[in-house]
């Protein structure tokens, strides 16, 4: 079920919301788009900040943080960030992705640690990678709750690779905000 969910989304709207997320990250504020309308800030914890939209007349509340330490061999690459999203009405509560900032390598899974706890991040489409399976994204989410740092790992189509570390403070509380806008 995880597999088509996230295969539908990708073909129907992956591309559109993150390069409306990039938007947001850039203008740093409230921005419109064709398909999802005014954003609103939700909250600002710690490292990682909440935000709200319509789609398809349907809330949509994420998350989302930058690393707070890049690594790598690579020379080039764009904007990476940790993300989590919660849709009303949705089959599937609620889902993590990762971005790099460069196209990963196909069929290379991220190597994603929580406090150094692993989890597989095998879904991959260009810059985006999602957990295998919805239950997966239950348990790491718990995992970012309680965690202190996390740590995202992906190589690139050119073969170079990128260790990025996040903070998960203010995770926990901007975590209840979206929950509690988009239950």
Same mark, same amino acid.
Do not use: C
């Given at each position: 079920m995880r597999q088509r969910f996230v295969t539908h989304f990708r073909i129907s709207s %992956?591309?559109?919301?993150?390069?409306?997320?990039?938007l947001i990250l850039m203008a740093g504020g409230l921005v419109m788009a064709s398909d999802a309308g005014a =954003?609103?800030?939700?909250?600002?914890?710690?490292?990682?900040?909440?935000y709200t939209y319509k789609e398809g007349g349907k809330l949509t509340c994420y998350m989302y943080s930058q690393?707070?330490?890049k690594e790598g061999n690579y020379t080039k690459r764009g904007d990476p960030h940790a993300m989590v999203t919660r849709r009303r009405g949705s089959k599937v509560v609620e889902? %993590?992705?990762?971005?790099s900032g460069y196209p990963y390598k196909d069929k290379t899974p991220l190597k994603v640690q929580i406090d150094g706890r692993g989890f597989k991040f095998g879904i %991959? =489409?260009?810059e985006h990678a999602w957990a295998d399976d919805a239950s997966e994204d239950k348990a790491i989410v718990k995992a970012m709750i309680r965690g202190n740092k996390l740590t995202v790992r992906g190589t690139s189509r050119k073969g170079t690779y990128s260790l990025d570390s996040y903070s998960l403070k203010g995770f926990s509380k901007t975590h209840k905000a979206i929950v509690k806008a988009c239950p």
């Open positions: %992956v591309h559109t919301k993150f390069a409306f997320f990039a =954003q609103t800030e939700l909250t600002n914890s710690g490292a990682w900040k909440a690393p707070t330490k889902e %993590v992705s990762i971005t %991959v =489409q260009d």
